[in-house]
Each structure stands twice: as structure tokens, then as C-alpha cells.
């Protein structure tokens, strides 16, 4: 009865690395300008001044509304790299992409297709994997996060537009 049980080691990732997503602050800023250039413009061809009050009071708590949500969400996206899956989270979405299958990244500005949007910024990180699979990301610190991925893979290509 003196046996010695064999219990295995935790297991321990060989990397782990977690990247914010980079918030672009006109975002926000430029809907908000227009907003409050819309309002002004409604309150002044509004027949009485009491109609355009309501009308702004009408139009822009949920227009707000819209924006500080956008905001919230972009705000809590992490780019998590483990091992060898790199997994985009949001609050809504998730996606997980093998390190190994990462072909291109390049950096730019790009028009994104719905659905493949992980980025709150002007400027992009469009990650080209498997096959013709694509992803946009903006992670805080670009640099580092393409380091750390072409540190799994080396096979990754990374290029720039000219002037970004």
C-alpha cells in the first residue's frame, strides 16, 4: 500500500501574450461633431423654439447612446496569443486563428468587409491566413505583436504602405 501515484505536472503554456485593441479617438469625437452640428441646425429652422428642443431631445440621447456603446465594446477587444492560437475577442464575437496557417500581415489603411472587423483604429493590421481567410486588428503596441506572432511563425511575411 505504499504506492507512490504519478500525478503529471500542470500544464504550463510555452507562450502567452494579451494585446488592447487601439482606439482610435475620432471615432467618436467626429460623430459627436456632426451631431451637435445637426442639432444646432435643427433648433434654428425649427419653426418655435420649444419643437426644437424637442426635437434635439428626440434625436440625440439615442444617437449617444449608439456611440458610448460602440465605444464600450471596441474598448474591451484583447488579442490573446497562446501557444500557437491567436484568439480575438470581443464582447460579441470571437475568433480563433493557428499561428501556423498565418500567411501575410500588412499594415495599411483598408475598407473592411463586415464581419471581419477586430480593429477600432484608421490604420490596420490586415492578418492573411489559411487559404484566402482574412482578419483586421489593431492591436496597441503593432511592433511587438507582430514579433511575437513572426516568434511562432517566421514563415510570416509583414509589410507596410508607403508613409504609414
Do not use: H
Not at 491567436?86 to 480563433?96: C, E, V
Not at 501575410?104 to 487559404?131: C, H, M, P, Q, T
Not at 506572432?149 to 509589410?159: D, K, R, V
Amino acid at each position: 500500500m505504499d504506492k507512490k501515484l504519478t500525478v503529471p505536472p500542470p500544464y504550463i503554456p510555452k507562450y502567452r501574450a494579451v494585446f488592447r485593441c487601439k482606439e482610435d479617438k475620432r471615432m467618436y469625437i467626429w460623430p459627436i461633431i456632426m451631431l451637435g452640428i445637426f442639432d444646432v441646425f435643427v433648433f434654428f429652422i425649427a419653426p418655435t423654439i420649444l419643437l426644437g428642443l424637442i426635437s434635439i431631445l428626440w434625436v440625440s440621447p439615442p444617437f449617444l447612446t449608439v456611440v458610448f456603446l460602440a465605444w464600450y465594446l471596441w474598448s474591451k477587444m484583447t488579442y490573446t496569443i497562446e501557444d500557437k492560437v491567436l484568439r480575438l475577442s470581443a464582447p460579441l464575437k470571437t475568433l480563433a486563428i493557428n499561428i501556423d496557417s498565418i500567411k501575410k500581415i500588412r499594415r495599411g489603411r483598408f475598407w473592411v468587409e463586415r464581419g471581419r472587423n477586430y480593429s477600432a483604429s484608421y490604420i490596420k493590421l490586415r492578418i492573411v491566413y489559411d487559404r484566402c481567410s482574412y482578419v483586421y486588428v489593431s492591436p496597441e503596441n503593432e511592433k511587438s505583436f507582430v514579433d511575437a506572432l513572426q516568434a511562432i511563425n517566421p514563415n510570416i511575411e509583414y509589410s507596410s504602405e508607403r508613409g504609414l
